[in-house]
C-alpha cells in the first residue's frame, strides 16, 4: 500500500514563497506522472502542477510563471516551490499519481494572508 506524505506548507503574506515536499513508501515516484492538487473549502479538487517520468513540467494558467514542480529522484521526493503567492492559493495541498491515483494524503495546508 502506498502511503503520500505532504509537507512544507504554513503561514505566509501576499508575495511570499513556500516549497512543499511529496513523499512516498511503498513506491518509487518517478516512474510516474506526479501532480501536486490543491482544494479551498467548498472548492473542487484541481491540478495545478505535474511532472512527468522523464522531468518535463506543466502547469495550471492559474500559477504558471510562479509555481515550479521538481523531482529529486535519489531522494524519491517531488517539489512545488511556490513564488509569488497570493490569498487565492489558499487550499490544502496534496500530490498524487495523475494517472491511476493512490490513495489521498492527509495534505499540507498553504494559508496566504496579510
Known amino acids: 500500500q502506498v502511503q503520500l506524505v505532504e509537507s512544507g506548507g504554513g503561514l505566509v503574506q501576499p508575495g511570499g514563497s513556500l516549497r512543499l515536499s511529496c513523499a512516498a513508501s511503498?513506491?518509487?515516484?518517478?516512474?510516474?506522472?506526479i501532480g501536486w492538487y490543491r482544494q479551498a473549502p467548498d472548492n473542487e479538487r484541481e491540478l495545478v502542477a505535474r511532472?512527468?517520468?522523464?522531468?518535463?513540467?506543466d502547469y495550471a494558467d492559474s500559477v504558471k510563471g510562479r509555481f515550479t514542480i521538481s523531482r529529486d529522484n535519489a531522494k524519491n521526493l517531488v517539489y512545488l516551490q511556490m513564488n509569488g503567492l497570493k490569498p487565492d492559493d489558499t487550499a490544502v495541498y496534496y500530490c498524487?499519481?495523475?494517472?491511476?491515483?493512490?490513495?489521498w494524503g492527509q495534505g499540507t495546508q498553504v494559508t496566504v494572508s496579510s
Open positions: 498524487n499519481r495523475v494517472f491511476r491515483q493512490w490513495t
Open positions: 511503498g513506491s518509487i515516484l518517478w516512474f510516474d506522472t
Open positions: 511532472i512527468d517520468a522523464s522531468g518535463n513540467p
